[in-house]
C-alpha cells in the first residue's frame, strides 16, 4: 500500500474505523485488539518524540496542511499505519466528546510485567497498590517522568492505565515512563529481591518521610485511595514513612501524595535542582 493509499477520507459515522476507534473508550476492546486511543496534537507528538508512532491517525481535513499534522501524518504512513481526514461529526463521535480534539490517534499498547523492571536503570521507582482513579494514575505518571522515575509499577486490580481518561491526565508521560503491571504475589517477589529500600506510606507509620535512611535504587510503594497498601504488601517494605498533616485535612491525593514522596526522594534535601 503506498503512502497516498494509506491516507483515507471517512465521513460517514458507521464506517467500521470509526466504530473501531470509538469502541477503545472500553477496556475490554483495549486489551483484545491491544489499541488505546490519545487525543491531542501535542500528546501525540510526545509519542514521536519517545519512539512510537500511531497506527490509526484521525485529523480534521480543515487541518490537513497544519505543520504538525502533516509530521504526524509522515510518521504513521512510515510506520505503515493508516491516516483518516474526517469532520467535525466523525471525531465527536470517535472522542465521544462535543468539543473533541482536532487529532485522535490509537497506538499500540506495551504489556511490561515485573519481571521486566529493570532496577539499576534509575534512582527511583514508584508502584500503586490498586489504585482506582483514572486522573490519578495518569498525574502520578507524568510527576514520575518529571522526576526521572524508571517506571510506575501497578499493582493487582487497579484502573486501566490505556484509558482515556489517564491517558489525558499523563500529558503525554504515558509514551515516556514504563508501565509494568502485575499480581501482588508477583510484586512481593519483586520486593524480596530488591536491592535498595523499598518504602511505604502509612498512616501508623512514626517515621518522617524525609528523615528515612533509605538506599538507591528506591521502590515507593503508595496505596489504595481508601485503603493505603495492604499488610502483605506493607509487611514486605523495608520502610515505613507518613507525610505529616499540620492543618486540619488528614489525607492527601494519591496524586499529591505520590508527587511530595518522589520528589523527597529523589531530590533528598540538595540544591541540585536550583543549579
Known amino acids: 500500500m503506498t503512502g497516498r493509499e494509506r491516507v483515507r477520507e471517512i465521513a460517514s459515522l458507521t464506517n467500521p474505523l470509526v466504530k473501531q476507534l470509538r469502541a477503545l473508550h472500553g477496556r475490554k476492546e483495549r486489551r483484545e485488539s491491544g489499541l488505546f486511543l490519545a487525543e491531542g496534537a501535542r500528546t501525540i507528538v510526545e509519542a514521536l518524540d519517545n519512539g512510537q508512532a500511531p497506527e490509526i491517525l ?9 505543520p ?5 501524518r509522515a510518521a504513521c504512513v512510515k510506520a505503515g499505519g493508516t491516516c483518516l481526514e474526517t469532520n467535525d ?3 465527536a463521535k470517535i472522542s465521544r466528546k462535543d468539543n473533541p480534539q482536532s487529532v485522535v490517534a490509537a ?15 534509575a534512582r527511583v521507582f514508584v508502584a500503586l497498590d490498586r489504585v482506582r482513579d483514572p486522573g490519578n494514575l495518569g498525574a502520578v505518571i507524568r510527576t514520575a517522568d518529571a522526576v526521572g522515575a524508571g517506571g510506575v509499577l501497578l499493582v493487582g486490580e487497579t484502573c486501566d492505565p490505556a484509558s482515556v481518561e489517564s491517558v489525558r491526565a499523563s500529558m503525554g508521560s504515558i509514551f515516556a515512563v514504563p508501565v509494568f503491571e502485575g499480581s501482588e504475589t508477583d ?20 517515621t518522617h518521610y ?12 503508595m496505596g489504595n485511595e481508601q485503603a493505603g497498601i495492604t499488610e502483605a504488601i506493607a509487611g514486605a517494605c523495608t520502610d515505613l514513612v507518613r507525610i505529616p ?21 529523589a531530590e533528598p534535601e540538595s540544591d541540585a535542582s536550583l543549579a
Open 58 to 66: 484521525v485529523y480534521h481535513r480543515e487541518g490537513r496542511d497544519r
Open 68 to 72: 504538525v499534522v502533516a509530521r504526524l
Open 89 to 91: 461529526e466523525v471525531l
Open 107 to 121: 497506538f499500540r499498547w506495551r504489556e511490561r510485567g515485573f519481571d521486566a523492571v529493570d532496577p539499576a536503570s
Open 187 to 206: 510484586f512481593l517477589a519483586l520486593c524480596a529481591r530488591w536491592p535498595g529500600s523499598v518504602v511505604g506510606t502509612a498512616l501508623t507509620a512514626t
Open 210 to 221: 524525609r528523615r528515612a535512611a533509605l538506599r538507591e535504587p528506591v521502590l515507593i510503594v
Open 245 to 265: 498533616m499540620i492543618g486540619r485535612a488528614d489525607s492527601l491525593n494519591l496524586a499529591i501524595s505520590t508527587a511530595v514522596m518522589l520528589y523527597g526522594v
